[in-house]
DNA sequence: CCTATAATGTACTAATTGTATCATTGTATA
DNA sequence: TATACAATGATACAATTAGTACATTATAGG
């Protein structure tokens, strides 16, 4: 199941920064085993309450967690381990994420009823026209 | 057959939410064919619990669709992939009409950080196999 | 026909979650 | 002491999903 309980110890006089011990426990958990790809963690508002800690510390841990892309927070939602998809899974994903944006557009199109030749040059002009849009401040 | 059993693979740590994702595969499977104008889709209520989600998700997802003019929603009767409008439209409101298409396309790409060299290799791609797969067919 | 009922989508609201901003507290240091 | 800064807390907000009641349509029984 990827619901965890995520026992945290705290040390209140150690000096370390709440913030800090919790980033630094998940950050272990996941080193070792304890927590894996995919597991949700509690909210903020569920870790902070065990804690006895204000929710907001939590959520600056958690902050400082999804920065290094360790966990994936979503409003609305809950708070889960980033999947860590080795190298050339994640160029596979790329590829396939294209593959599917290409494929609604093209199907769409010829939904609405234009063919391969208009969308094949309409693709080529804006390609064209973004470009030139955009040699000044290209990244 | 119009009745269809629209399998739907939802991630629900992706970070997208499900109501993008139920939009995002709809609008895939219609470019792919999988599913086609005139086609019913699963009401609200029958999606949501397959799904395991609540109906008001699947509505949502359905209210975004509808406004796109992908699907028609009436109230008491069912969803359904919406018909082709026959191209009665001038040429000039079709050209506009095909260049704001590619263009949330091309923008979504790069947004996503696809090159235009990636981008265009795809179009070509997708162009010739849905060539391919749609020659015995061609209406 | 007319009416009752079921099936369907809609509208509005509530609950759950994370976010943003500022206030408070504690501590180091000039 | 006074000041600056870091850590934490309080409060209001936003996004997502769920709950409840309702309107519309189709259909079956009389």
Redesign the pocket.
Known sequence: MSEKKLTLQLD?HSG??????IVNQVQSQLANGILKPGDQ??????L?LEL??????V??A??IL?EARIIS???????FITEIPPPEVSERLRQESLSALTQRFIGEAYRLGFSEREVSQMVRDSLKSWKEANVSEQD
């Open positions: 209140f370390l920064p709440i913030y800090t011990q963690l509690p909210t903020v508002r569920a902070a006895r800690v204000n929710f907001n510390t959520a600056r958690y902050r999804d927070t979503q409003q609305g939602r809950g708070t």
